[in-house]
């Protein structure tokens, strides 16, 4: 056959990291692949930093990022930009990653013009409607639309068998996030970024912006953490806010002018993922961090009352400590005060990868489309 014309559409930060990798790769094989990107920009200054960092060019910008954007605005902007460009181009297949209103936007728009869909990052279940929200939803959606599932673990392949996907339309894969690491992480990286933070205390790295944690559970949330923090003059508290509004608000209520916290601006990814090897410990409600984190051999208490990813839970990497502050003081003093009981976590298994879930992909899109005959080897 001719070459496979693949599009890309992703559009907010996390995407956009777990995407790259597989860009890279694919164009290394031109003979085979053409591909166009396709951003949405549902994030701007977030998304653009991973695009330079990865030297991403996009041949679409949707652009349609506004100021406390809402769900449904998200959804009809990438719905109509898309229809142009899906009638224009015609692709063979588009990738869209994880569970963002981008994906779910971008799924439901190729399948309107019939286009396969690969979703990258399939599988993932708290099986909890509004846990995280939206996000729960727009996965289990697009999967019901997608072609080609990109499981990255034998869990999300046997939540999508569960719902009676087709089995010969999965493949596990490992998750791209960990293939992202191989071009971020260096040992001797250092920065001039890095020189507010006292590296010679323990650094304990916070994220935070659920749309269903925002609000006073947040401020809670901070509050208990601060308390811990403001115990112990050898912790540092580093938290790169995120642009949301809301987080913003949070934020600069509970911490500001606590000189034991340091709050940036969200960092690059090569930057975030080198003080990630630099931190103690992680709290985060993210989803991508609660897979770096163990790759990197530093345990995450994960502020969220689900989770998708419970394969790190089991093996030991990542604690569910969920939303209420009395047990995520405790269970961080716990963890600050047992050497053990942190040696444990941090030296628990990576479940997520080995870095080459971006091969695997590029293999099954080549099988489904009958350029090779034999299936990938599943990640395990
Ligand atoms: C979105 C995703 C979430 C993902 C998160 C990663 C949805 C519904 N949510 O949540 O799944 O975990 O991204 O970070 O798809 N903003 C900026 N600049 C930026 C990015 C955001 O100013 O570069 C501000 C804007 O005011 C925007 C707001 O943040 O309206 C919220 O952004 P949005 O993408 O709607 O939600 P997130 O909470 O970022
Ligand atoms: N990240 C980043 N800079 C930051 C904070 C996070 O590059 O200041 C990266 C992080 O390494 C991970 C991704 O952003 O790859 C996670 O994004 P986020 O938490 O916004 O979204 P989620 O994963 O929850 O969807």
Known sequence: MNKIKIMTVFGTRPEAI????????????????????IITAQHREMLDQVLNI??????????????????S????????????????EKPDL???????????????????????????EAGLRTWDKYSPFPEEMNRQMVDDLTDLYFAPTEKNYNNLVSEHKKKEQIFITGNTGIDALKYTVNDNFASSEFKGLDFSKKIILLTAHRRENQGEKMEKMFEAILSVVKSDSNL????????SPAVQKAAHDVFDHENQVKLINPLDVVHFHNLLKRSFLVLSDSGGIQEEAPALNKPVL???????????????AIKLVGTDPAVIKKTMIELINHPEEYQQMAEAKNPYGDGEASQRIIEAIKAHFGLITDRPKNFS
Do not use: C, W
């Not at 990865?54 to 652009?63: A, M, N, S, T, V």
């Open 73 to 88: 605005k998200i959804t009809t902007k990438v719905i109509l930009a898309l229809d142009e460009i899906f009638i224009k």
């Open 236 to 243: 540092q508290l580093v938290y790169p806010v995120h642009r």
């Open 54 to 71: 990865f030297q991403i060019k996009p041949d679409y910008d949707l652009d349609i990022m506004e100021q406390n954007q809402t769900l």
């Open 302 to 316: 994960v502020l969220r009352d689900t989770t998708e990813r419970p394969e790190a839970v089991q093996t030991g």
């Open 18 to 37: 777990k995407m790259a990798p597989l860009i890279k790769e694919l164009a290394k094989d031109p003979e085979h692949f053409s591909v166009k990107n």
């Open 94 to 120: 588009i990738l869209v990653h994880g569970d963002t209103t981008t994906t779910f936007a971008a799924a439901l728009s190729a399948f309107y013009h019939q286009i396969a869909i690969g979703h990258v």
